[in-house]
């Protein structure tokens, strides 16, 4: 029999071992009982309601004997089918790196999250956030670290969003997205403002400490598609790069981004920008 079912050539085999398995079980059993219940001498005259109460009996225990150790069988290999698709999934939806959702489990999480929370009518802030100069560290400490750096964001990013119910991935490369569903701009800008605070950290590497902070685009759901809103919390982003990275800049409506840069400044600040209220930090 063979040890996995590959072929169909394995399907056969593997399903004539079991029917002979099963026809020798049946008449092993059957030459047993009928042995103790009428006895071995073979010239014996019995009864026929003996031969069939014997026959039924030895039926009935077979049949039942072996369809539930069949059944048993069968459904713990459902179970362990059922656990590797789950585990399958998982891993399919998941940044093995940091331990986030990736772009696809995100995309999938957020879009049923932002369908549910349009049908209440609760607020939905999407968020974009991006390591700032990553490709420094990387050319400077080497891929390792750029990993390690990567990593250590992933957990702060993760332990502040659990207790918050916030939805957080690893979007691609050095940059991560975020929907908070239920909170307004103004406890989403929190949020955000404090996790850039987090993010302003050093990252020991191998006895060294690497220096890392973070930009962060928000922008408010007001109607549309997933793929439009992150657009949008994408610019937000840009916007904050351009203000001189490390700070937070949130959009409030959908209107283009200026083009022209405006100066950053250091310390925590609130400032318009072309008519609309952004609340941005500066460097922390």
Request: proline residues 2%; aromatic residues 4%.
């Amino acid at each position: 029999m063979p040890s996995q079912i590959v072929t169909q050539r394995d399907v056969i085999r593997y399903t004539a071992g079991r029917v002979a398995a099963a026809a020798g079980i049946t008449a092993i059993a059957t030459i047993i009982f009928l042995i103790s219940d009428l006895g071995t001498d073979w010239h014996a005259t019995v009864e026929v309601g003996a031969v069939v109460k014997a026959s039924l009996v030895v039926a009935l225990s077979v049949s039942t004997t072996l369809s539930g150790a069949m059944a048993y069988r069968s459904a713990r290999l459902m179970r362990q089918l059922t656990s590797t698709r789950a585990e399958l999934m998982r891993m399919s939806r998941t940044d093995p790196l940091t331990g986030l959702l990736n772009r696809r489990g995100f995309d999938e999480a957020a879009a049923t999250q932002l369908a549910q929370a349009n049908f209440a009518g609760q607020p939905v802030v999407a968020m974009m956030c991006d390591l700032d100069r990553f490709k420094a560290i990387n050319d400077h400490y080497g891929h390792n670290i750029g990993d390690r750096v990567l990593a250590e964001i992933g957990d702060i990013l993760r332990d502040f969003a659990a207790p918050r119910g916030m939805l957080i991935a690893r979007h691609g490369g050095e940059e991560f997205a975020g929907l908070m569903v239920g909170v307004s701009d103004e406890q989403a800008n929190d949020y955000a403002l404090e996790l850039c605070r987090l993010c302003a950290t050093a990252v020991a590497c191998d006895g060294r400490l690497v220096a890392v902070t973070m930009s962060f685009g928000l922008a408010a759901y007001r109607g549309g598609e997933l793929s439009a809103l992150m657009r949008r919390a994408d610019l937000a982003l840009y916007r904050a790069k351009d203000l001189g990275r490390n700070c937070v800049v949130q959009l409030d409506d959908g209107d283009a981004l200026p083009m022209a840069p405006a100066e950053p400044s250091g310390g925590v600040r609130e400032t318009e920008i072309a008519g609309d209220h952004r609340l941005v930090a500066g460097d922390l």
